[in-house]
Structure formats: structure tokens, C-alpha cells
């Protein structure tokens, strides 16, 4: 379901594969919202904060590496001005996702696992800008609605 121009959001997809990557955009642009899109490296936090979204939707393990999702997201975290940005982590990583779910939940992760469903995505994205408390980059606080 498309939203009204007032309420499209602006989402970061971080992701290794150019499939995935469209098939987001394809998903989040259906939705109404404006998607952007980058590869991961390691000094992405500071590309994050260039681009400035309202969201951000990443896989756990990119290029191989178990370590790169993760640590981007903990990057995210960490650093004052990104700590309270909403993320998705959309992964097929099931058992790491078991062994952090209470992680990524204190900290207002929202998960989907691979495969899934595009209503799964959807509903994810939409939970995740209605978090209370947070503050998008525009200066909007967020509401549960």
C-alpha cells in the first residue's frame, strides 16, 4: 500500500548482491518510499550518515564475511547519531539471528528472515518507522499508530 507523499520515507538498502538490492528498491518504491542503495565496506558508517535515512535495511553476512552486517549494524548503534535510526536485518543468518535476538531486540532491530514473504518485508518496514521514541533525520518523531 502506497503512502501519502508526507509520509514516504527515505531507506538505505546495504547490501552485497545487485539482485537484492532491486528487488528492495522495487519493494520500497511500491510502497511509496524513495530507496537508496549501497554495497558494504568497512568504513560505511560514515556513507550512512552522508546519505542520511530515515531507515535502514541490511543483510548480517555480505561479501562472505559473517562479521560485515553485524558489525555495520553495532557501528549503527554505537555512534550517538545513528543509535536510534530504525534497521531491518532481512538475512537467511537464522542461528546467529537466535543467538542476538535479544540483542537486536532491546536495541529495536526488526527481523525477516530469507526466504520471505514481500507482505513480511512490508509489514517489517512499516513497524520499523512507527517505532515510539524515534527520531528520524528530518526531525519527525515517529509514532506508533
Known amino acids: 500500500m502506497a503512502e501519502s507523499a508526507g509520509d514516504a520515507r527515505h531507506i538505505l538498502v546495504v547490501y552485497d548482491t545487485e539482485e537484492i538490492i532491486e528487488l528492495f528498491r522495487d519493494i520500497i518504491e511500491g510502497m ?3 530507496a537508496s542503495a549501497m554495497s558494504y565496506a568497512p568504513e560505511d558508517l560514515a556513507e550512512v550518515k552522508r546519505i542520511n535515512p530515515d531507515l535502514v535495511i541490511l543483510d548480517l553476512m555480505m561479501g ?3 562479521e560485515s552486517g553485524w ?3 553495532q557501528k549503527l548503534r554505537m555512534d550517538p547519531s545513528t543509535a536510534r535510526l530504525p534497521a531491518i536485518v532481512c538475512t537467511a543468518a537464522v542461528q546467529e539471528v537466535r543467538e542476538q535476538e535479544g540483542w537486536l531486540t532491546s536495541k529495536g532491530v526488526k527481523i525477516v528472515l530469507k526466504p520471505f514473504e514481500v507482505e513480511d518485508l512490508e509489514l517489517a518496514i512499516n513497524k520499523a518507522i512507527a517505532l515510539p521514541g524515534l527520531v528520524f533525520p528530518s526531525g519527525d518523531a515517529a509514532a506508533v499508530q
Open 64 to 66: 562472505g564475511s559473517k
Open 71 to 73: 558489525a555495520l549494524l
Open 32 to 34: 511509496g518510499h524513495r
